[in-house]
């Protein structure tokens, strides 16, 4: 199945959100919600996505999960013996490992300001880090520019941009880039939680 960019863009993110909003879809994508919606439509005509109710979007089992993990294959196969990206992908680890570290530190601190500060120091590094891979997967500069969004609102003073799990938070977009990244280098979560621990 050789999706067009949009379709894939948009089957992708509600592969990763595993249900999602049109609103969040548009967060995730940028594109125009009246373009998402022609999309999730066409997907749901194909079989591949579905509207639970609510506003909400998920894919069809197993058909949708099936197309999105297809898709990642003919898009980024050639990129699964990289050397370059491999080096890429184990200093991301080392960073996610970090990240979860210093997020559970701040959750149980009770959102001391020093705390949430390493925190976003760590989310500054993964933009940074971000930008050296871009040039594999282009798409990737959306999430350094969904972290800077997310980061505004924290330092705004706004917390729950840190966890929430219904918001475009900096804890959701970090999840997010890890199960791209994996599925991009067809790895399951589970061997690559294994290895790193």
């Known amino acids: 199945m050789n999706l067009p960019d949009e379709s894939y863009a948009v089957l992708n993110g509600v592969y990763l959100r595993k249900m999602v909003t049109i609103d969040v879809l ?13 999309v999730l439509d066409d997907l749901a005509t194909q079989g591949l996505a579905v509207d639970v109710g609510g506003g909400n979007w998920m894919l069809e089992q197993p058909d949708g999960v099936r197309a999105a993990i297809a898709a990642y294959d003919e898009r980024y196969s050639d990129l699964r013996t990289s050397q370059d990206v491999l ?70 003073g706004h917390t729950e941009w840190v966890t929430s799990l219904t918001l475009d938070s900096v804890h959701n977009v970090w999840f997010e880039l890890h199960e791209d990244i994996l ?15």
């Open 183 to 197: 599925t991009v280098l067809g790895r399951p979560r589970d061997v690559a939680e294994a290895e790193h621990g």
């Open 87 to 156: 080096t890429w992908y184990e200093r991301f680890e080392v960073l996610n490992a970090q990240f979860l570290t210093t997020l559970s530190a701040w959750q149980t601190s009770g959102s001391d300001d020093a705390a949430l500060d390493k925190v976003l120091r760590l989310v500054d590094r993964q933009i940074k880090v971000l930008t050296s891979f871009v040039g594999f997967v282009p798409r990737y500069q959306r999430y350094a520019d969904r972290f800077e969004a997310a980061t505004e609102k924290v330092e705004a």
């Open 26 to 38: 548009h967060d995730i994508t940028a594109m125009p919600a009246d373009e998402i919606r022609s």
